[in-house]
């Protein structure tokens, strides 16, 4: 086939290649395949065959971050040559791979937000029309705009425009990309005192640009797309809140509001997803754990450090108590290790050089620097080296629930799931390379005990390793890298376990194995990690006497499967929704007398419970018994027996099971029969 000068290639998904007139549309594209490929089509991701791939995402510099990355890649001309998303209208005039994203695809959904963004503006502005705009992105849970508006929005203005973003949408109007000069916008942006444009225009385009706008009716914004061919495509959304937010983050500026909002594919998917976030607020562990005083974070204290109450220091003690059973029962040895150590440790190990902006600043005392420890690993290092070791001594497992310190900016930390101390069910194993295979599968093996006995049926693996062309951040040798990586996919492929390998993600001393787990919500979770590492044996000149007589170097892995305790029990508390299974619940069963000549009786089941070794605690209080009912079901537990005249008789209870309600009288025995086994069982069943 002759190309001909006025046509252009067009390279499919399936591998054919189309041939069109220079000039055609993405929606031409679609509409030669099928008209209903093109009326689902959202948006095209194209990329130029022939172009070799940009240096740079954009040309505003890489200092950028946060707002202002996510501005410049609102404003900044495309790249040609990149691969990116264009309208549907948007002519094409060279020889491009495509592929039309539908509703399917996740950063379609991006485009509609956006999309919704200038809807929003649309309504803001014909309510308003003082107001002047910011910019109005995608965001990973729908969108927000930034208004300046003397006048604050009130909750009746937001209602106001959403109705009115419902005409937009219906009045269905076409986004239209044009051109203009630049200086002729930032004049206009100038005189019309739209001072946030006018500042976009000149941090993101250079003089001699032609500016990109959208426009959707007599409505124009600044934007280089791309968008949704017409405001109807914005079939489902939402105005949600509104910030304040000074300009460019300068107190000395004006306010601007920043209204959020949220827009779906459909009214379904929509209903969906606020479903979803009413459930996890149902669920949140941080209103749980008041609710159910299992924790706090003290201010007084500092953010970040975790009070364990009663209830769930509990909890916790059977979270440990069992890991450090199933360790001792697959061979590792139990250590303690300090909470400080000298900078010089630290220096040895090289987290000063590379971990150093995560871990708490030093203290200085008389005879050195000191730093509260951010891993344990060092430390169990130094116990490695205490005394030489032989090929028969390996592999050296030792583990230990050691509490570790790392600085998180104030502001982020979030109840127990991120904090600035916490405790790792570490362990660290050092072996031979030949042995290095079958420490990693008994590490995944161990993973998944622990994921099935605490309820979690799903997870997913990801394999991070690292990026050879950022060498300066990773410790160890290529060939070191090589080896690791290799033994670590042999370890999954021997399992079978399929995984994602993420490149770049790696720690600085070695690859990774990351266990994520799904929760009842189908969240995912970052918990289990199994690492490699070469470098501390080496830092360390670590050493063992091998078969042959002469000295060798271990290898090392660190794995941690709860992660954090913390952590994990955070997880755990959203995942039952704080109704924990019976062998978890910090208390079993609640005692409740009918009335006060039942106390004596209620007491001496306490005491038998008891000695069976089940957690219960008997009301005293002089509350009616519908309230007493009320607070056992508020907390959560899984059994409330209730005894009067009858059940003091017969030596019985009387039985109510979280979720199933009243179930009647039942011999004392036969319930703690049933409630042993339960526990025995490790059953999320009552
Ligand atoms: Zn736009
Ligand atoms: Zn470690």
Known sequence: MTANAASIKIHLPDGSIKEFPAGS????????????????????????????????????????????????????????????????????????????????????????????????????????????????????????????????????????????????????????????????????????????????????????????????????????????????????????????????????????????????????????????????????HRVLGKQLDLFSIQELAGAGLIFWHPKGAMVRRIMEDWMRDECLRRGYQLVYTPHVARVNLWQTSGHEGFYARNMFTPMELDDADYRMKPMNCPFHVLIYKNTPKSYR????????????????????????????????????????????????????????????????????????????????????????????????????????????????????YGPKIDIKLVDVLGRLWQLSTVQFDFNLPARFELEYVGEDGERHQPVMVHRALYGSVERFFGVLIEHYAGAFPLWLAPVQAGIVPISERHQAYADSIQTTLQNAGLRVEVDHRNEKMGAKIRDYTLQKLPYLLIVGDKEAESGSVSLRVRGQGDQGSMPLADFVSRALALVDSKSTSL
């Open 393 to 508: 001594d390996l592999p050296v497992r030792y583990a230990e629930l050691g509490n570790v310190y790392r600085y998180e900016r104030s502001g982020t930390m979030h109840g127990l799931l991120r904090v600035r101390g916490f405790t790792q069910d570490d362990a660290h194993i050092f072996c031979s390379p030949n042995q290095i295979e079958d420490e990693v599968v008994a590490c995944i093996e161990f993973a998944q005990v622990v994921l099935s006995t605490f309820g979690f049926t799903e997870f997913k693996v990801e394999l991070s390793t690292w990026d050879p062309n950022d060498r300066k951040n990773y410790a160890g040798s290529d060939e070191n890298w090589a080896m690791a990586i290799d033994s670590l996919e042999k370890a999954l492929a021997r399992k079978a376990i399929p995984h994602k390998t993420i490149k770049g993600e790696a720690a600085f």
């Open 25 to 284: 549309t993405a929606h031409d594209v679609a509409m030669s395949i099928s008209p209903r490929l093109a009326a689902a089509a959202v948006v095209a991701r194209i990329q130029p065959v022939t172009a070799k791939p940009a240096e740079h995402k954009n040309h505003a510099g890489p200092e950028m971050e946060g707002d202002a990355a996510a501005e410049a890649s609102m404003y900044s001309a495309e790249e040609a040559g990149a691969e990116r998303l264009v309208d549907l209208s948007a002519p094409l005039h060279e020889d491009v791979s495509l592929q039309l994203l539908t509703e399917k695809d996740a950063e379609a959904l991006k485009v509609v937000r956006h999309s919704a963004a200038h809807v929003m503006a649309t309504a803001v502005l014909e309510l308003y029309p003082e107001t002047k705009l910011g910019h109005g992105p995608a965001t990973d849970a729908g969108f927000f705009y930034d208004f300046y508006r003397p006048t604050p929005f009130t909750p009746e203005d937001l209602k106001a425009i959403e109705a009115r973003m419902a005409e937009v949408v219906a009045r269905n109007e076409p986004f239209v990309r044009e051109w203009e000069p630049r200086d002729q916008s930032l004049a206009r942006f100038k005189t019309s005192n739209d001072f946030m444009k006018a500042h976009f225009v000149e941090r993101f385009t250079k003089p001699g640009d032609e500016i990109s706008f959208y426009r959707n009716g007599p409505f124009e914004d600044f934007c280089r797309g791309p968008h949704v061919p017409a405001t109807g495509r914005v079939k489902a959304f939402r105005v949600l809140s509104l910030a304040g937010a000074y300009w460019l983050g300068d107190e000395n500026n004006p306010q601007l509001q920043r209204l959020y909002g949220t827009a779906f594919f459909s009214s379904k998917e929509m209903e969906q997803h606020f479903a979803r976030l009413e459930e996890a607020q149902r669920r949140d």
